[in-house]
């Protein structure tokens, strides 16, 4: 991208104020897990002091690494886990509620939403796959644990669960916005 995506512009905010605001209050505890420019994040970003802050060293390994690192800042009475990633911020407290009013009314291993039948994020994860989420090979992703499980697939309306601003021209087209320059 250019640019830290974390601290891309969006809504008037960033990509991780707003998934903050997002998800804090609904998902508890919120533990969040920085990597590459971790530093300059916490200096931009307000991080409420009910946030979990988790810093993951080994990020250059991929996503996988970072959910790892979030999976082992969670104490052993959570239930479940959201994975909300920063490159999809489109999402709002809505979507979150409804997601995890599913989950608990059906418990299923993975539950993901979908619009139009394309899965989507965030997803969440039932406790009963930690173990193997933190064992799986960091270059198959959490792909290769959702494969061997029955996944709830909802269908939602917000297509905003697809987009994924991984480069300047999506960012720009979903936004309207160009790439701020890297200082």
């Known amino acids: 991208m250019g640019f830290p995506k974390p601290l891309l512009p969006y809504q008037g905010t960033t990509f991780l104020e707003h998934l903050i605001v997002t998800l804090n ?20 970003v307000s991080i409420p002091d009910s946030v979990v802050l988790a810093i ?35 999402v709002d407290r809505a979507l979150v509620s409804r997601l995890i009013a599913t989950w608990r ?3 299923p291993p993975v539950l993901i939403p979908t619009y139009q039948e394309h899965r989507g994020h965030p997803m969440i ?33 917000n297509e905003g669960i697809l987009h994924d601003l991984d480069d300047p021209v999506t960012y720009r087209r979903v936004t309207g916005l160009e790439v701020p320059i890297a200082k």
């Not at 998902?27 to 916490?42: D, K, N």
């Not at 993951?56 to 082992?72: D, K, P, T």
């Not at 009963?128 to 290769?144: N, S, T």
């Open 105 to 107: 009314e059906s418990r």
């Open 125 to 157: 994860f039932s406790r009963e796959l930690f173990g193997e989420l933190l064992e799986a090979p960091l270059d198959q992703g959490a792909r290769a644990v959702v494969r061997r499980h029955d996944v709830l697939h909802v269908p939602v309306e």
């Open 25 to 44: 209050g609904q998902v508890s505890p919120l533990v969040l897990v920085l990597g590459a420019h971790a530093e300059r994040i916490r200096a931009t």
């Open 56 to 90: 993951n060293q080994n990020y250059a390994a991929g996503q996988l690494s970072s959910l790892q690192v979030g999976l082992r800042a969670l104490p052993p009475s959570v239930e479940a886990a959201m994975v909300a990633l920063v490159d999809h911020p489109c």
